[in-house]
């Protein structure tokens, strides 16, 4: 979750800067680029309707979504500059509560370790928690390394210095990527910790899973992290990561099914409780949550319509587009208390 040091590093940056004027007619939102794929495609079906004259949507100038990272989302809901937030962290329900805001999940995907390596198809380099906390603690700095050709016997594996990529803003992504390394390395716990834009060490930081994964694709030797469909779409080669069983697992559908098996999710917490520790044989282990947040009174009784209805679409009859992208869709029974949930939490839901 979003630890309480992060809350008042946000509502300082917020404090500090000037808020933004309201948004035109059209339907907007602003955050996570972890979620950026998915909510464009939803934001396509939803503008293509308005223009067929079909849609249960009344909001003119479609919808807008700009992907500024998932801090960036909720500094803009709280300046009530949107219609509301996508962040890969969800808030402290206390926050939730004090800043007059409903909070829900939409989708859960899984942030891919991608390594640009001459020879090495997806789905064959092994790494671990430790090994990769070294990589980016600037300790282990060159592919044949002993602590990864260790992970790796009989995979060939070059002679050449590992190009680091990160996140340079802050992301929802590099608060799970760092919850990975500080759970299975002491060191870059007490170095680094986990951060939505930790200090790093080494590398060289982007900001938007687009561009690390543009970076990487465009750098022999290089190793990043993104969100799992994007680097799917673009053919980046996909480490295996081992997980708290001591398998090493790729991010697919079943495995990130398998790591949200025990999630328990709780309409009166805000739903801020996310995925529990992934502990089944096949789970994947670094797994992503997007939440919405959004104010609980909007500027008029329309958009909050325009909100649920809108998430209404995307949770039921096109919950198909999620599973497309990688991502895996709310099961119908949790879609149904976030339904509920809208009910008693926004104005103007239905």
């Not at 035109?24 to 939803?46: E, N």
């Not at 680091?164 to 919850?179: A, E, I």
């Not at 081992?242 to 099914?257: D, K, Q």
């Amino acid at each position: 979750m979003l630890r309480r040091s992060a809350s008042r590093l946000l509502l300082a940056m917020l404090a500090a800067m000037s808020v933004s004027p309201a948004w035109a007619d059209g339907f907007a939102g602003a955050g996570s680029t972890f979620a950026h794929p998915l909510l464009a495609r939803w934001g396509q079906v939803y503008t293509a309707l308005q223009g067929e004259g079909g849609s249960a949507f009344g909001a003119d100038g479609g919808f807008d979504y700009e992907p500024v990272g998932s801090m960036g989302g909720i500094m803009r809901v709280l300046q009530r500059a949107v219609d509301f937030g996508a962040t890969d962290v969800p808030m402290q329900p206390e926050e939730v509560e004090r800043h007059g805001l409903a909070q829900f999940p939409i989708a859960t995907g899984g942030v891919a370790v991608v390594a640009n390596l001459r020879g090495t198809p997806t789905g064959t380099l092994r790494l671990s928690a430790p090994v990769l906390a070294r990589i980016y603690l600037g300790e282990v700095t060159r592919w044949s390394d002993p602590a990864i050709t260790a992970l790796n016997p009989g995979l060939r594996l070059p002679e050449a210095p590992i190009a680091v990529v990160h996140r340079s803003d802050r992301s929802g992504t590099s608060w799970h990527f760092t919850t990975y390394l500080a759970a299975g390395s002491p060191e870059w716990q007490s170095r680094i910790g986990v951060e939505t834009l930790p200090r790093w060490p080494v590398g060289t930081g982007l900001r938007g899973n687009s561009a690390v994964a543009d970076r990487v694709q465009a750098t022999e030797n290089s190793i990043g992290y993104v969100e799992a469909g994007q680097a799917a779409q673009r053919g980046l080669p996909v480490a295996l990561l081992e997980n708290r069983a001591g398998r090493f697992v790729a991010p697919t559908l079943p495995t990130l099914r398998a790591a949200l098996a025990s999630t328990r999710w709780d309409p009166r917490r805000h739903f801020a409780q996310g995925a529990t520790d992934a502990t089944g044989e096949d789970a994947y282990p670094i797994t992503a949550t997007v939440f919405v947040v959004a104010p609980r009174q909007p500027g008029t009784a329309a958009r909050g319509r325009h909100l649920t209805e809108f998430f209404r679409m995307a949770l039921t009859e096109r919950a198909g587009d999620a599973t497309a992208l990688g991502f895996v869709p709310l099961p119908e029974a949790v879609a149904r208390e976030v339904s509920e949930y809208w009910r008693s939490s926004i104005s103007g839901a239905r």
